[in-house]
């Protein structure tokens, strides 16, 4: 028989009814189904779920203990999961949830090509990094699926997958900035039988690290992840031997089934409608000065979410992702902002929503796209978005408004370093991302900050390494790494702070090291504030040329500043190459929360702490929050109340209300009005003024002086916002002020107000062309 040629369009997933999925699995595979009718008694039910997450957790702790990549040891860029038979996920690690938002995928992609030829037996595993097919988000993402087998029948999966330093490439560390297609990085590998029987594939294995700079690191991470995969699978059969395989297997489908239960029953309690929400990419790659939209449409209608992102921006560049790289962005951030309260059985949960996406685009890429910045870059911003419509229905409900979050962090800042270690005489080959990084600024919520470089939204585990671990394991050495003042988004409740770190090489030292950077949220910010609340700081990469004390020689002090380094500072690119020399310093700044609310309303004391705390400076206390404080550092009430005046007046006259007298800002009586987020709420009587009333959907008021604004129906009421576009710099002195060093487009800071009192409902960075939020609110009821 001749051999089958597969085409591009085979290596790809999707998910598929269970029926159909059946009906493609060769009859050779035998599996172990329960019916769906089952029961166990409610102990039982406890004590099997909780080994279960037990065991994710232990697998974690069994890769930890035995990877050499300080990206495991240090970072926690790792997860787990158990799923049944045909892959559905039964429990998900606390650690990179990206990492398992597509894991059920590649499992079925395995049993629809692999089952036949070369089959699925007992003992065998599969090593995949193919982003097409679910094995992780880009190359550099590496995964194990783990069949388990009870009896002689597949009874269900177990799979470890983890972020490997790199993988080969034309650049260190397997990014490559420059790529035009997925042959210009790291080869994408469809699931191979690395293990058969028990056994490591010598040849496969083999392979795998010569494809690597580092090949200690892979062939360490996969032998970690085989013995995770192991280790699960052991524990996994006695608990089998104990309570029964059919035990077990209800277990695992009830566990689904109560979370896609309680997942349902939440969304019932919110309110129908559909919400949008538009963000940006920055430079598709090496050269480029464009952004490139991501467009999203949440509808919600009963239980169930529809996810729209038709209208996105077609593939280009490295700031790619497929399929799978979308729903990972979907899944990472619908967990902890939805199913926080709802254990993470992310197989039911996934079930309670659909995606539809245009093919040949940045967040659905066809082979061969360059797909190495996907989940951070497309997959990332795909979720920001969900995130942003997620928390606006949130926001609309009494009951659920403690729930509502700022976008947190917005993104990574990517920068690998790369060179000869020349301490001790030696000279070995370094790759490093730096991981400093992690320490992402958490979004603001309606009543509490958000929490100061408090880590990553998607990693509920991450960690930022140790610096002297970063300094023991490479020729570094870290001028500061701390929490940056002004970073976090300003806002009634303020974005946490994010941080920023400098590195220079070691004394010992004397080539120049190569750098790799790709960075959104430069321009036109991922970190967005909600209700007014403006964006938290612009991502900034830079490095200093000349400085005046190259590599700490002979210095009596450490500088504690940019200023204080001397020479010339070079800006680096969203996306491109660069390098470290012995008299340069490397500086990161990576993303902060967004604020929330309008920061005119914040209490006054409250910014005076922070100004004493350092989350925020005098100049911004002044200029931003309006807030006047004294010679002692104290706040000055009356110098407060006409600097906040002066600014609202400011708004009026750069929207075009010059003269006109503002409305006091009180506590209006709206007790039987629908509440939409901090500053509007919807109410059904007629408006005083004819032009405001709208007989279909309500009409809009202020919360903080009662003006009526517009009618809800298809969000007309914006049209009576007033509304200002001012340069980016005017957010604060957190926001980069120059976007013509990255981007072609124009760029201004667009704030809409309220026409009585001024304050801000809508505050972002953005093109000038981005569209008014009307259709924000095209469909609430």
């Known amino acids: 028989m001749a051999s089958r040629i597969p085409g591009a369009d085979e290596f790809t997933s999707r998910p598929l009814p269970r029926a159909e999925l059946l009906r493609q699995i060769s009859p050779a595979l035998s599996l172990h189904q ?248 920055e430079q598709s790659q090496t050269g480029d000065r464009g952004l490139h939209a991501i467009k999203v449409a949440m509808t919600k209608e009963a239980d169930r979410l529809v996810f729209d992102f038709r209208g996105t921006a077609g593939q280009t560049g490295i700031i790619n992702c497929p399929y799978p790289g979308l729903r990972a962005g979907i899944v990472f951030t619908m967990l902890p902002l939805l199913a926080g309260d709802i254990p993470w059985a992310a197989g039911g949960l996934m079930r309670c929503f659909e995606i539809i996406t245009d093919e040949d685009t940045i967040t659905n890429a066809s082979f061969p796209a360059a797909v190495g910045k996907g989940p951070f870059g497309p997959a990332w911003g795909a979720g920001n978005l969900v995130a942003e419509v997620l928390a606006r229905m949130l926001d609309a409900e009494p009951d659920h408004r403690g729930d509502v979050q700022s976008i947190c962090n917005g993104t990574t800042d990517l920068c690998v370093v790369s060179g000869v270690d020349e301490r001790g005489g030696g000279a070995k080959g370094f790759v490093s991302p730096v991981f400093d990084v992690m320490a992402g600024g958490y979004g603001a919520q309606v009543h509490y900050d958000g929490v100061d470089t408090g880590g990553r939204l998607i990693i509920p585990s991450a960690r930022a390494p140790d610096v002297e671990m970063t300094e023991y394991l490479y020729p570094l050495v870290a001028l500061w790494r701390r929490e940056q003042t002004d970073s976090g988004g300003p806002g009634r409740q303020r974005g946490g702070m994010s941080g920023s770190v400098c590195y220079v090489q070691h004394p010992a030292q004397t080539g120049t090291m190569s750098l790799v950077v790709s960075g959104t949220g430069k321009v036109a910010n991922q970190n967005v504030g909600l209700a007014g609340g403006y964006p938290g700081n612009s991502q900034l990469d830079l490095v200093v040329r000349g400085i005046d004390t190259p590599q700490l020689a002979r210095t009596a002090t450490i500088p504690a500043g940019l200023d204080e380094l001397g020479g010339e500072t070079e800006v680096l690119p969203c996306e491109g190459e660069s390098t470290l020399g012995v008299g340069d310093a490397l500086y990161l700044h990576w993303q902060a929360g967004g604020g929330y609310g309008d920061p005119l309303l914040r209490p006054a004391g409250q910014v005076g702490e922070d100004v004493r705390q350092a989350r925020v400076s005098v100049r911004a206390a002044r200029d931003v929050y309006g807030v006047v404080l004294d010679e002692d550092g104290e706040v000055d009430p009356a110098a407060t109340d006409e600097t906040r005046e002066k600014l609202r007046h400011r708004r009026a006259s750069d929207a075009g209300l010059s003269g006109t007298r503002l409305t006091p800002i009180g506590a209006p009586d709206l007790t039987t009005a629908r509440r939409l987020d901090d500053n509007l709420a919807v109410v059904e009587s007629p408006s005083p003024s004819p032009s405001s009333s709208s007989p279909d959907g309500g009409t809009v008021v202020c919360v903080h002086c009662g003006t009526w604004i517009g009618p809800m129906a298809g969000g007309a009421f914006v049209t009576g916002l007033a509304r200002r576009d001012s340069p980016p710099a005017e957010a604060g002195p957190h926001i980069w002020p120059d976007p013509g060093e990255y981007v072609d487009a124009e760029i201004v800071f667009r704030q809409l107000f309220c026409p009585g009192c001024l304050t801000a409902v809508h505050s972002r960075v953005v093109p000038v062309d981005h569209p008014l939020p009307a259709d924000e609110y095209r469909s609430w009821t």
């Not at 997450?53 to 974690?60: D, F, H, L, V």
């Not at 650049?171 to 080869?187: K, L, T």
Request: proline letters at 4%; charged letters at 25%; glycine letters at 10%.
């Open 34 to 281: 329960v019916d769906d009718a089952g029961e166990v008694d409610a102990l039982t039910y406890e004590v099997v779920r909780h080994r279960l997450w037990a065991i994710t957790q232990e697998m974690g702790e069994t890769l930890r203990r035995m990877s050499g990549s300080h990206v495991v040891t240090e970072s926690n860029d790792f997860n787990f999961s158990i799923c049944d038979e045909l892959g559905e996920q039964v429990q998900v690690g606390t650690y990179n949830i990206g990492l398992i938002g597509s894991m059920d995928l590649a499992i079925v992609w395995t049993l629809r090509n692999r089952s036949d030829n070369p089959g699925i037996a007992e003992g065998d595993m599969f090593l995949c990094n193919d982003p097409w097919i679910g094995g992780g988000l880009h190359q550099n993402d590496a995964a194990i699926l783990a069949p388990i087998f009870h009896e002689g029948k597949l009874f269900g999966w177990t799979t470890a997958i983890a972020h490997q330093v790199d993988l080969g490439g034309p650049r260190p560390g397997s990014f490559s900035p420059s790529a035009q297609d997925v042959f210009g990085e790291a080869v994408p590998t469809p699931p191979l039988k690395v293990v058969r029987g028990g056994v490591l594939q010598r040849d496969v294995a083999d392979a795998w690290v010569r494809r690597s700079r580092l090949p200690h690191l892979v062939g360490l991470d996969l032998r970690a992840k085989i013995a995770a995969n192991k280790n699960a699978a052991e524990q996994i059969l006695r608990l089998i031997a104990k309570y029964g395989a059919d035990t077990v297997k209800i277990v695992m489908r009830r566990m689904m089934d109560d979370a896609e239960r309680r997942l349902r029953a939440k969304l019932e309690t919110l309110p129908d409608g559909t919400w949008t929400a538009v963000g940006y990419q």
